[in-house]
């Protein structure tokens, strides 16, 4: 009994999220979310997970998508950002069967000043549905964190019944996740509101239960975005044990792990952390920061290492005619960056106990 067991290979939506997703729950294993800003990144990724023997989770950020576009789109209107985050999509549905792999689409934060980017992508998603019967993505990330609890889940309210009707999940966040997230400064928030309480999860579970079963909840327990000097976050991931309980005693339910849980700035955090994260009910757990480093590094160190054969068209160490195409076509040294993103991939498998579960 595996994952293929479950749901199909392909960009999963509808049931099959659920059913992924509370498959990683029962077997204590969390799926890995990277951010991909092209179609390369999204084939580090994907080529990782068919040799880690995974399901992965592919994400748009709202600076990603808009990259993904063309940076030279005006994006005054989110124009490109929706454009880029359609395109995106497209591309991964188009291969992801291909890598033998079931992959979850997904966007990552949205927070109030770019709705029209939200409104954008979730009328593509209605679209295609009305077309194909299925939405474009797999499931979409809201963040009104920054606004007060109950803008934050009035706002998801208003969300929930369109993307539940159309299968489309919804990942919402409480509690602020500190560090910098497109483009805004969250590096001095006010540290307790970078840790959520078990009453604010009760009630967002109990309002969103009441429309669908498909949502997560990114709770904050110090997670930062970005890698910085040791010391500086104080990650407690056993605070989200306290959030399955209270949940639990509520419902007088006996589901030990009641609540999708979803981890925020994986990078840079350590095993133990990771490991009871998992053990309290996250199942998706997003890295960025690592994989943009993992990706320079293979063109880093080509680019240094036969620096002599790329300052000119013709000519290097050996010889004044020699051509130097086989080194500067982007396939050879942009290919060096995928695999060094795929290495740091098969790591995040690994610790979330992902990998081996296809
Ligand atoms: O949470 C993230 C994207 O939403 C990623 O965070 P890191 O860049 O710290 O891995
Ligand atoms: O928000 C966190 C992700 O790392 C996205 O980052 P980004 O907005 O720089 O694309
Ligand atoms: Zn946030
Ligand atoms: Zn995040």
Same mark, same amino acid.
């Given at each position: 009994?595996?994952?293929?067991?479950?749901?199909?290979?392909?960009? /999963?939506?509808?049931?099959?999220?659920?059913?992924?997703?509370? &498959?990683?729950? =029962?077997?204590?294993?969390?799926? !890995?979310?990277f951010?991909?800003?092209?179609?390369?990144?999204?084939n580090a990724?994907?080529e990782a997970?068919r040799d880690?023997? %995974?399901?992965?989770?592919l994400? /748009?950020?709202?600076? *990603?998508?808009?990259?993904?576009a063309?940076?030279?789109?005006?994006?005054?209107?989110?124009?490109?950002s $929706?454009a880029?985050?359609?395109?995106?999509a497209?591309? /991964?549905?188009?291969?992801?069967?291909?890598?033998? $792999?079931?992959?979850?689409?997904?966007?990552d934060?949205?927070?109030?000043?770019?709705?029209p980017?939200?409104?954008?992508?979730?009328?593509?998603? +209605?679209?295609?549905?009305?077309? =194909? *019967?299925?939405?474009?993505? %797999?499931?979409?990330?809201?963040?009104?964190? +920054?606004?007060?609890?109950?803008?934050?889940?009035e706002?998801?309210?208003?969300?929930?019944?369109?993307?539940?009707?159309?299968?489309?999940?919804?990942?919402? +966040?409480?509690? $602020?996740? *500190?560090?910098?997230?497109?483009?805004?400064n969250?590096?001095?928030?006010?540290n307790?509101?970078l &840790?959520?309480?078990?009453?604010?999860?009760?009630?967002?579970?109990?309002?969103?239960? =009441?429309v669908?079963p498909?949502?997560?909840?990114?709770?904050?327990?110090?997670?930062?975005?970005g890698?910085?000097?040791p010391?500086?976050? %104080?990650?407690q991931?056993?605070l989200?044990?306290?959030?399955?309980?209270y949940? @639990?005693?509520?419902?007088?339910?006996?589901?030990?792990?009641?609540v999708?849980?979803?981890?925020?700035? *994986?990078s840079?955090?350590?095993?133990?952390?990771?490991?009871?994260?998992?053990?309290?009910?996250? /199942?998706k757990?997003?890295?960025?920061?690592?994989?943009?480093?993992? &990706?320079?590094?293979?063109? @880093?160190d080509?680019?240094?290492?036969?620096k002599d054969?790329?300052?000119?068209q013709?000519?290097?160490?050996?010889?004044?005619?020699k !051509?130097?195409?086989?080194?500067y076509? !982007?396939?050879?040294w942009?290919? +060096?960056g995928?695999?060094?993103? %795929?290495?740091?991939?098969?790591?995040?498998?690994?610790d979330?106990?992902?990998?081996?579960?296809?």
């Amino acid at each position: 009994m595996g994952v293929l067991d479950v749901v199909p290979a392909g960009v /999963v939506d509808g049931k099959d999220v659920y059913k992924l997703f509370d &498959y990683c729950r =029962e077997n204590h294993f969390a799926i !890995p979310a990277f951010n991909v800003t092209s179609s390369s990144v999204a084939n580090a990724a994907m080529e990782a997970a068919r040799d880690a023997k %995974s399901p992965v989770i592919l994400q /748009v950020s709202q600076g *990603g998508a808009a990259f993904f576009a063309g940076k030279g789109l005006a994006n005054d209107k989110q124009q490109a950002s $929706i454009a880029g985050a359609v395109a995106a999509a497209n591309h /991964v549905r188009a291969v992801a069967e291909s890598y033998g $792999i079931p992959v979850v689409l997904h966007s990552d934060h949205c927070a109030k000043k770019l709705l029209p980017w939200f409104d954008g992508m979730l009328e593509a998603d +209605e679209a295609n549905f009305a077309k =194909e *019967g299925k939405p474009l993505f %797999s499931s979409h990330m809201l963040d009104l964190s +920054e606004e007060t609890k109950e803008e934050n889940i009035e706002t998801c309210l208003k969300y929930l019944p369109r993307m539940a009707k159309i299968g489309v999940w919804l990942e919402m +966040e409480i509690g $602020i996740t *500190g560090g910098e997230e497109d483009g805004v400064n969250n590096e001095n928030v006010d540290n307790a509101s970078l &840790y959520t309480q078990p009453e604010d999860i009760w009630d967002i579970y109990r309002q969103f239960s =009441e429309v669908t079963p498909n949502f997560s909840i990114a709770a904050g327990f110090g997670n930062v975005h970005g890698v910085y000097k040791p010391g500086n976050v %104080s990650l407690q991931p056993d605070l989200l044990r306290k959030h399955q309980d209270y949940v @639990r005693e509520q419902l007088k339910s006996d589901k030990e792990l009641p609540v999708f849980l979803v981890f925020h700035g *994986g990078s840079g955090s350590e095993k133990h952390e990771i490991t009871t994260a998992v053990k309290n009910g996250v /199942v998706k757990m997003n890295v960025d920061t690592d994989t943009q480093f993992a &990706y320079l590094e293979g063109i @880093r160190d080509f680019v240094l290492n036969k620096k002599d054969y790329l300052m000119s068209q013709v000519g290097n160490p050996e010889g004044a005619d020699k !051509p130097n195409k086989k080194q500067y076509d !982007p396939r050879v040294w942009v290919r +060096e960056g995928e695999k060094t993103m %795929s290495k740091r991939c098969k790591i995040a498998f690994e610790d979330l106990l992902s990998a081996g579960q296809l």
